[in-house]
């Protein structure tokens, strides 16, 4: 442990971000007797859940809930929700994340609506290591119009990545005019609330899914509800790899009943036409055109609005693949996956690996160029350890491009990281967990082969391992194997997106 001034050891451990993980980080943090204070860039806690409140989650109740949060709640008669029942993010908020953050305790530890922009340390800048050893962290902080400064002893930054999705274009960099403001009108982000809010919107018209995770399938099978509700609803769905086979899973062989149903429904939507598959499909440009300007033709060719005049503007996105492909739709989902904020860490001595941009030795376990599933073995302190001592990358975050992120993870994270900051044994605890994605039969090199689902070819559409079994998994009784309800991979290939 860095030997701190008295100063320093008085101020509160700073946590990024309300979400579960940052939540649980503060609990954590209060068992650990530290003073935790959590800023929050939304209006209220869970805010990038509450975006996908629609979507059930994969995993049951038993893997939602941190031990510590859990310890927190019981003595106020909260009862915690049937383990084995699948939630919705919405389930999450409010059975969970809000009787949490209402406690007393957390309550007022609390900073909502305080955007953190920049974090540095002591008066110099990140070249000079000497004088910031030991020094008071410095965040910038956005609050109410104007931008102030707070000081903390140490920063867990549990700010997601949900606010960064990966662009479109196939090279990383987003399409050609993927920033045009006649193209960013037409995309609906990664999990549009298809049968809710949107659906109005959507009914009738075109809409382009792009990507091969789960929210993809989430997102067109509810596009194909609507379809039943309207049938000049359309829909196209593009992914980069030549086969959709993976995505689709192993069917009544799947490990995991519900999401091999899943897939199988899917994969029939597809073969009967409702739903048309682009493969091979990298997209290059985007552009939005009006189609029209006169009356309303009332077809689906195109988007129509009313101008002030009362003229109907007609207009569309096409989508240009680098193969010379186009296609015109009125609306694109992009389910590319997300990528960290790094450019608030820009003043931290940060070491991460150069791809997946998670700590560096996080990488090897859930790089998704080898890792599909979504098992990785438990993680503390020292594996999201970065020469700026003090400072951790926790929760979905902490992943960094990789796709497999999964709550129970991030509670032993944050768990451990809790005990670190306070001298406690930060060892971890090892985790049973529920594998999410359909395995690849890629092994990493190396030492993590142990945990590279590594399965022949003829299984692949297996899950890497059995469920496991655990008596006390986060504190709660696990009374039956894992398997029911769980949805669609949160990766394809090789844990990827698209
Ligand atoms: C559709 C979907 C389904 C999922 N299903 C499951 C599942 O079944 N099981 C599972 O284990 N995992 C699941 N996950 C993965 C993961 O558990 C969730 O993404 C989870 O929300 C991650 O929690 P988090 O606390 O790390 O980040 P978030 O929930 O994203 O919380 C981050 C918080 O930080 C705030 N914030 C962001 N930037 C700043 C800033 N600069 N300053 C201050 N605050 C900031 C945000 O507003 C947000 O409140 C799912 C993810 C998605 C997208």
Known sequence: MTTETASTAELPVVVIGAGPIGLAAAAHLLVQGLE?????AEHQVGATIREWGHIKLFSPWRYNIDTAAAALLEPTGWESPRPTALPTGADLVRDYLEPLAALPGLAGRIRTDHRVLAISRGQRDKTHVKARAGRPFVLRVAHAGAVTELQARAVIDASGTWGTPNPLGAAGLPALGEEDPAVVQRLLGSLPDVLGAEAERLAGRHTLVVGAGHSAVNTLLN?????RRD????????????????VYGGGDADQLPARGALGQRLRRLVEEGEITLV?????????????????????????QEKTDDDAVITSSLQVAFADGRRVRVDFLAAATGFRPQLEMLRELRLELDPAVESPRRLATLIDPEFHSC?????HGADVLAHPEEGFFMAGMK???RAPTFLLATGYEQVRSIAAHLAGADAAVRNLHLPETGVCSGVSAPGPQDEQSCGVPAADQTQSCSAPERSETENGVAVPEPLGAGL????????GRHG
Do not use: F, M, N
């Not at 829909?235 to 959709?244: D, K, L, N």
């Not at 949805?487 to 090789?494: D, I, N, P, R, W």
């Open 231 to 246: 049938r000049a609803t359309s829909i196209t769905w593009a992914i980069r790899g030549e086969s959709a086979e993976r």
């Open 36 to 40: 935790p204070l959590i800023l929050e």
């Open 398 to 400: 902490s992943y960094g």
């Open 279 to 303: 493969t091979d499909a990298e997209i290059h440009a985007l552009e939005g055109a009006v189609v029209s300007t006169g009356s309303s033709t009332g077809s689906s060719a195109g988007v």
């Open 374 to 378: 979504g098992t990785v073995e438990a």
């Open 223 to 227: 596009l194909a509800a609507l379809k």
């Open 487 to 494: 949805g669609a991979s949160t990766g394809v290939l090789h």
